[in-house]
Nanobody
């Protein structure tokens, strides 16, 4: 099982980035996918979630209207389009795959750094 994030980097405030998370080794289309982030000295927090078929999404209040989560089940990839970036968005961004209720299958990527600074 692998989740590989990409697309992070340094961007100026107000700028945009698109993160990608490529999945392999499991049945991607049945898993809900999420993006989390962790800033230095802070706990990891949920940023956005998308259902397995992509019909339902949810966002943290801090990113609503600025970030968009999407997925392409044909490419086994989930995306996070980030716009109007703020310095407080600086963090390591992780993708997560989850499936199941009684037994939960749960996979994490290694993360990609996003730095918002002038």
């Amino acid at each position: 099982v692998q989740l590989v994030e990409s697309g992070g980097g340094l961007v100026q405030p107000g700028g945009s980035l698109r993160l990608s998370c490529a999945a392999s080794g499991f049945t991607f289309r049945i898993y809900a996918m999420s993006w989390y982030r962790q800033a230095p000295g802070k706990e990891r927090e949920l940023v956005a979630t998308i259902s397995s078929a992509g019909g339902s999404t949810d966002y943290a209040d801090s990113v609503k209207g600025r970030f968009t989560i999407s997925r392409d089940n044909a490419k086994n990839t989930v995306y996070l389009q980030m716009s109007s970036l703020k310095p407080e968005d600086t963090a390591v961004y992780y993708c997560r795959a989850t499936w199941g209720s009684v037994v939960v299958h749960d996979y994490w990527g290694q993360g990609t750094q996003v730095t918002v600074s002038s």
